[in-house]
């Protein structure tokens, strides 16, 4: 069997990813800071799918724990790697301690460099493999430092897939808007303000974005209506955008 390595994989997208490839027969490596609650997920999958699940316990914004999880790229081969893991900041920019925004700098950016490039190595070796990175339509609005984070991971992911195609690689991101997870809520968001047409499935969204990754696109924007607001923010103004924005795409009001 094929084997699938997801960060974040607990609840939201990463669980929804989790389902969807142990549904397609993958075994899996599941890495999260949550060490108790991974095993239990582990459990889950295994006595659901009948798939092997490896329970890889690390944080990966600290660096002993990342080199660990890039290690295993090289202890047996992974066929699929799904970059998921990420949270958000509450307050704007200048309200937040640095720490915490070079810490969302690191998961968002840093983490998906590395691993990434760990990945991507052993899968040009055999000519095979694919990488799904995370990202958010947060990355077509110039909103702060997690649209800039975002951003940089669509751009990332599109040049990539383009440099690895001939290779036999498909690299992919993922541009989510609202979805129905634990994202929202651990940013103490007021879901309310947003429209419920906006808010997607994420079992949903994984069976687009999987479809799109066999399409062998480059970016997955699931939804006509996100597919509509990410090419409206390409050539509205940025002047425009922020006059009549009143709630960023990270669940702020604005004014």
């Known amino acids: 069997m094929a084997t699938a390595l997801i960060t974040g994989p607990t609840a939201g997208i990463g669980r929804a990813f989790a389902d969807k490839l142990a549904g397609e027969g993958y075994d899996l490596v599941l890495v999260s800071r949550d060490g108790a609650r991974l095993k239990e997920v582990a459990a889950e999958l295994t006595q659901q799918y009948g798939v092997e699940c490896e329970a890889l316990a690390a944080d990966l914004t600290d660096p ?71 990202s958010s339509v947060a990355g077509f609005v110039q909103r702060g430092s997690y649209s800039a984070h975002k951003s940089w991971v669509t751009n990332f992911s599109a040049g990539l897939a383009i440099e690895l195609h001939a290779k036999g690689v498909a690299v992919m991101a993922l541009c989510p808007g609202f979805v129905h997870t634990e994202f929202h809520d651990r940013m103490g968001m007021d879901k309310t303000i947003i429209p419920s047409f906006m808010w997607l499935d994420a079992k949903d969204l994984v069976d687009a974005a999987w479809k799109d990754l066999m399409r062998g696109k480059a970016i997955s924007i699931p939804s006509r209506r996100y597919k509509l607001l990410a090419a409206a923010a390409r050539y509205t103004p940025r002047t ?13 009001r604005r004014t």
């Open 240 to 252: 425009l955008i922020a006059r009549v924005s009143t709630v960023g795409l990270d669940g702020r």
């Open 64 to 134: 002993e724990d990342l080199a660990r999880v890039e290690a295993r790229f090289g202890s047996g081969p992974i066929e699929v790697l799904v970059n998921n893991a990420g949270f958000g900041q509450k307050k704007p920019f200048w309200a937040n301690p640095i720490e915490a925004e070079e810490k969302q700098l690191d998961l968002l950016v840093r983490v998906v460099l590395r691993l990434t490039h760990a990945a991507v190595l052993p899968m040009i070796e055999r000519g095979s493999g694919a990488v799904i990175n995370v």
